[in-house]
T-cell receptor, first 116, second 114 residues
């Protein structure tokens, strides 16, 4: 089974621009979670989508948004980029079982975003 | 208090030794616990998951969970230089408000020297 894929792998943008990142989950997985990883803050949860609906959201400003398509692929968008948005953006997919905590997440390779 | 705390590193062990990685969590509603390994410049890779009190073994890895003490650990037996990486402890709450959300510790850097 193919793993989680993310595109692009690297991005360089300037302040004020916007960016869109893409994530394709493992076949059969319906849940996609997004995380931001920085040296100072570690891995922080952005949001989660399941069946095209955002079910959960972390403590990030509204500049961070996402969506999910009917084939479970997901995109996240960051508008009005700031220097502090430079990070590794990771998506993780899981089956998306609603009632249990045993749903295991598998990470993609990440997108390295640099904001100049 | 951080939600998930890991023993401060870096941790250095000789090849063949046992490496012990520890993690405590503050939320008693936490239900699921995961250990991920992250090599420099790579994404996290799942090593173990554990949901019930006690030990769970998988090859050279053993995860231990004690919900009463809010403590989870990972033991790596016969450590190899290829085990050198950052180990991340992740915790998931029960219930709908936790959909898709893992809370991570800051990670422990492990170095296995020949």
């Amino acid at each position: 089974k193919a793993g989680v894929t993310q595109t692009p792998r690297y991005l360089i943008k300037t302040r004020g621009q916007q960016v869109t990142l893409s994530c394709s989950p493992i076949s059969g997985h319906r849940s996609v979670s997004w995380y931001q990883q920085t040296p100072g803050q570690g891995l922080q949860f952005l949001f989660e989508y399941f069946s095209e609906t955002q079910r959960n959201k972390g403590n990030f400003p509204g500049r961070f948004s996402g969506r999910q398509f009917s084939n479970s692929r997901s995109e996240m968008n960051v508008s009005t980029l700031e220097l502090g948005d430079s990070a590794l953006y990771l998506c993780a997919s899981s089956v998306g079982l609603a009632s249990t905590g045993t749903d295991t997440q598998y990470f993609g390779p990440g997108t390295r975003l640099t904001v100049l | 208090q951080k939600e998930v705390e890991q023993n401060s590193g870096p941790l250095s062990v000789p090849e063949g030794a046992i490496a012990s990685l520890n993690c405590t969590y503050s939320d008693r509603v936490s239900q699921s616990f995961f250990w991920y390994r992250q090599y420099s410049g790579k994404s996290p890779e799942l090593i173990m998951s554990i949901y019930s009190n006690g030990d769970k073994e998988d090859g050279r890895f053993t995860a231990q969970l004690n919900k009463a003490s809010q403590y989870v650990s990972l033991l790596i037996r016969d450590s190899q230089p290829s085990d050198s990486a950052t180990y991340l402890c992740a915790v998931k709450r029960a219930g709908g408000t936790s959909y898709g959300k893992l809370t991570f510790g800051q990670g422990t850097i492990l170095t296995v020297h020949p």
